[in-house]
């Protein structure tokens, strides 16, 4: 369920979200990263992922996500769960005067897919990098780069 505009924007100033974070192998031991069209963490690499929505079980969430995020179908149950973040951002998608605070689980996935085909709606561009790659990165986003401190 979207919500209204001013209804979001009282919800954001108000309280933390919660999220889901795709963290999505491939072949040859890379990650997929987007480059985020929207505010917050606008024009740094990103992984996949997006709100839980009100209603909305934690299952159904991922399985949305998966869809709309990658165009691949994956079940929740059969994705590594890396943990709880929380990502704190200064701005958020109604500009610089409402900060964002997002609670975080974090799943690990593994897809086989061409950055040519995935959707543009969140992230303008896609690369595969390796995990130094994403941890050398100076435009990969920090709390991205946290899921791979982290990664075994």
């Known amino acids: ?3 209204a505009d001013d209804v979001f924007q009282t919800i954001v100033s108000s309280t933390p979200l919660i999220s889901i974070d795709l963290v999505v192998g491939g072949n040859d031991n890379k990650f997929l990263l987007g480059m985020r069209n929207n505010k917050p963490a606008q024009n ?3 992984v996949p992922g997006g709100r839980v929505q009100k209603n909305e079980s934690l299952d159904d969430a991922f399985r949305r996500l998966c869809d709309e ?3 691949v179908a994956r ?3 059969n994705a590594e769960f890396l943990g709880v973040y929380e ?3 200064e701005d958020s998608i109604f500009g610089n005067d409402v900060s964002t605070h997002y609670i975080v689980l974090a799943y690990k996935i593994n897809i086989d897919a061409s950055t040519e085909t995935l959707p543009k709606q969140q992230h303008n561009n896609y690369a595969w990098m390796t995990k130094d790659e994403v941890l050398s990165s100076q435009n990969v986003h920090k709390h991205s780069q946290w899921y791979f401190q982290s990664e075994r």
């Open 44 to 46: 740094t690499w990103f």
């Open 87 to 89: 990502h704190f951002y």
């Open 75 to 77: 079940e929740r149950e």
């Open 69 to 71: 995020e990658l165009n």
């Open 1 to 3: 369920m979207f919500l």
